[in-house]
């Protein structure tokens, strides 16, 4: 199973968005409505942002949004802030067997 | 408040074995299946093994099928996972993580703990 293709870089400054985009295959991605997204910031241990595609934990705030279309899942950061600043990392689930793809991984940068 | 800690990462030589702990508290361990995920230095994050709620069953990784076993003692509260045959590509931090009751995604992780092979 290869891993989900992520950009590997996006920036934006302090209030814009971003999105971050995450490809994968139809047995993954596209099979399920399973994608979930990390940040972890440097020598942290993962956060789940969003699950089952556009789903919010409590205390994530409403400016992360996720969707999916096809084979391609997205995250979008609205009104950028310095704290999210992180990397980001999407992770579909893939049948019992692989269970779990993550993505390759998307350094954001806050300018 | 839900909380997992790793233990037992090292230093040892390609070929030989360790095995992580990962113990856990503030929920019903033993109604949950739960995974460790690994991230090489500088690298993404893998899925490497999960286990049911009642150990009857667990997948691997292609990576480390074969090498690495996971089991849990729910009367301990704690996750292990058994690594023999450690080769340099298994050089990384290690985390356990819960997973969603009923659900796919991964809602609690532990900090991780650095496992090094290296000669």
């Known amino acids: 199973q290869s891993a989900l293709t992520q950009p590997r870089s996006v920036s934006g400054s302090p209030g814009q968005s971003v999105t971050i985009s995450c490809t994968g295959t139809s047995s993954d991605v596209g099979g399920y409505h399973y994608v979930s997204w990390y940040q972890q910031h440097p020598g942290k241990a993962p956060k789940l942002m969003i699950y089952d595609v556009s789903r919010r934990p409590s205390g994530v705030p409403d400016r992360f949004s996720g969707s999916k279309s096809g084979n391609t899942a997205s995250l979008t950061i609205s009104g950028l802030q310095a704290e999210d600043e992180a990397d980001y990392y999407c992770c579909s689930y893939a049948g019992s067997y692989t269970h779990y793809v993550f993505g390759t991984g998307t350094k954001v940068t806050v300018l | 408040q839900v909380q997992l800690v790793e233990s037992g990462g090292d230093v040892v030589q390609p070929g030989r074995s360790l095995r992580l702990s990962c113990a856990a508290s503030?929920?019903?361990?033993?109604?949950?299946?739960m995974h460790w995920v690994r991230q090489a230095p500088g690298e993404g994050l893998e899925w490497v093994a999960v286990?049911?709620?009642?150990?009857?069953?667990?997948y691997y990784a292609d990576s480390v099928k074969g090498r690495f076993t996971i089991s849990r003692d729910n009367s301990e509260n704690t996750l292990y996972l058994q690594m023999n045959s450690l080769r340099g590509e298994d050089t990384a931090v290690y985390y356990c993580?819960?997973?969603?009751?009923?659900?796919?995604?991964?809602?609690?992780w532990g900090q991780g703990t650095l496992v090094t092979a290296s000669s």
């Open positions: 503030g929920f019903t361990f033993s109604s949950y299946a």
């Open positions: 286990i049911s709620y009642d150990a009857s069953n667990k």
């Open positions: 993580a819960r997973d969603s009751y009923g659900e796919y995604f991964l809602d609690y």
